[in-house]
Each structure stands twice: as structure tokens, then as C-alpha cells.
Antibody, heavy 120, light 111 residues
Framework: EVQLVESGGGLVQPGGSLRLSCVAP????????LHWVRQPPGKGLEWVAY????????LYADSVEGRFTISRDNAKNSLYLQMDSLSAEDTAVYYC?????????????WGQGALVTVSS | SPLTQPASVSGSPGQSITISCTGT?????????VSWYQQHPGKVPKLMIF???NRPSGVSSRFSGSKSGNTASLTISGLQAEDEADYYC????????????FGTGTKVIVL
């Protein structure tokens, strides 16, 4: 069973920064394809970013390109999302999710989510 | 842009319903990489269908997927009260840059 645990959410002012973390304890973390997916309160899912197991392939949604940075530290079994120049539109629950090897868009394990609120 | 889904679909217990997911030739129509997720209120999404038609282990055979052109579909047969939830499709796309895209979401209401 893969466990993903997010942390780092909270209240931040517009224009501010925040870094989310996602830890997967006790797992072959360095083989995982990992994503961040967000969900604004009461709204739908939005894919945010992807990082390959060796960090050699990174993708971003147009809505966050240039403002968010996805990274990972395989030695610490950790995934990160550095979020800069935040605006109210970035308010959402942020999930880290593993993409299984069986297929593309195959998100088989999700964390419980970290709420990010951007407000003055 | 997100894939287009109907805002809501309803049906009575025992009936079958179908949820559509419309994209473009750069995503849904161009790849057999469409998956479907079920999300109950306050819960994390659960994978129901992957690769257009495949069910993960443990998912009921009442759930099935298909695709025609730029539109994918999820069919729930023998509708049950526990099926009431939000459903999202997901596809890989490559219009300008490679990306993943979710649908707008569909609320399934069991009457």
C-alpha cells in the first residue's frame, strides 16, 4: 500500500509564496511518477504538474508555468511544489498523486490533500 | 482547456446512465489514454477506468468505458445509491506542450 502525506498548506497573501511537501514513507519512491493535482473549493480537478522518477522530465499546466516549480528528493522520499506569485485563483486543495505504470492518467494513489488559501 | 462533461446526470436505481467527456484530436481523440475518477464528498478521487476501457482490480463490472472520436464515455449499469458522486475524466494531451487534462466533472444523482 502506497501512502502519500502532504504538508505545508496554509493561508498566504496575494503575491506571496508557499512550498508544499509530499512524503511517501517506506516505499520505492525513486520509481514513482508523481503529480500535483488541485481542486478549488466546490469545483473540479485541475492537473498542475508532473515529475519523472529521475527528475529528467517535468511538465506544467499553462496556468502555473513560470510561477510553480515541482521537484523531488528521492533520498528523502519527498515531492515538493514551490508556489510563487500566488493569486486568489490558486486557492485550492492540492493533492499529490502517483501515476502507476499501467497507463497514462493512471492515478492510483492520492494523498489526503493540503489546503492552500490565498487571501489578504 | 478542460474536457467538457455534462454538469449532472441522473437515473433511478437499476437504470443505466452514460457520462460523456468531449475533447479534441489533440487529447481524447488522439490517444487511448482516458481514465475516469469517482469522488464522493470530502474524499479523494478513486480510479474507476483507465486506458479508455480497462477496470482496475476491485472496481465493479457495472462501470465500463468507451470512446468514439473526440468523445469518451463512462457507463454505469444497474445504478446504485452508492454511485451518487462526482465523476471526472482525464486524458493526456499534446497540443502545444505535453500535458494532462481533467474534465469539468459530472454530478451523478440517484433518484
Amino acid at each position: 500500500e502506497v501512502q502519500l502525506v502532504e504538508s505545508g498548506g496554509g493561508l498566504v497573501q496575494p503575491g506571496g509564496s508557499l512550498r508544499l511537501s509530499c512524503v511517501a514513507p517506506g516505499s520505492p519512491f525513486n520509481t514513482y511518477k508523481l503529480h500535483w493535482v488541485r481542486q478549488p473549493p466546490g469545483k473540479g480537478l485541475e492537473w498542475v504538474a508532473y515529475i519523472s522518477p529521475a527528475s529528467d522530465h517535468i511538465l506544467y499546466a499553462d496556468s502555473v508555468e513560470g510561477r510553480f516549480t515541482i521537484s523531488r528528493d528521492n533520498a528523502k522520499n519527498s515531492l515538493y511544489l514551490q508556489m510563487d506569485s500566488l493569486s486568489a485563483e490558486d486557492t485550492a486543495v492540492y493533492y499529490c498523486a502517483r501515476e502507476g505504470t499501467s497507463d497514462i492518467c493512471y492515478f492510483d494513489y492520492w494523498g489526503q490533500g493540503a489546503l492552500v488559501t490565498v487571501s489578504s | 482547456s478542460p474536457l467538457t462533461q455534462p454538469a449532472s446526470v441522473s437515473g433511478s436505481p437499476g437504470q443505466s446512465i452514460t457520462i460523456s467527456c468531449t475533447g479534441t484530436s489533440s487529447d481524447v481523440g488522439g490517444y487511448d489514454y482516458v481514465s475516469w475518477y469517482q469522488q464522493h464528498p470530502g474524499k479523494v478521487p478513486k480510479l474507476m477506468i483507465f486506458g479508455v476501457t480497462n477496470r482496475p482490480s476491485g472496481v465493479s463490472s457495472r462501470f465500463s468505458g468507451s470512446k468514439s472520436g473526440n468523445t469518451a464515455s463512462l457507463t454505469i449499469s444497474g445504478l446504485q445509491a452508492e454511485d451518487e458522486a462526482d465523476y471526472y475524466c482525464c486524458s493526456y494531451g499534446s497540443s502545444t506542450t505535453p500535458h494532462y487534462v481533467f474534465g469539468t466533472g459530472t454530478k451523478v444523482i440517484v433518484l
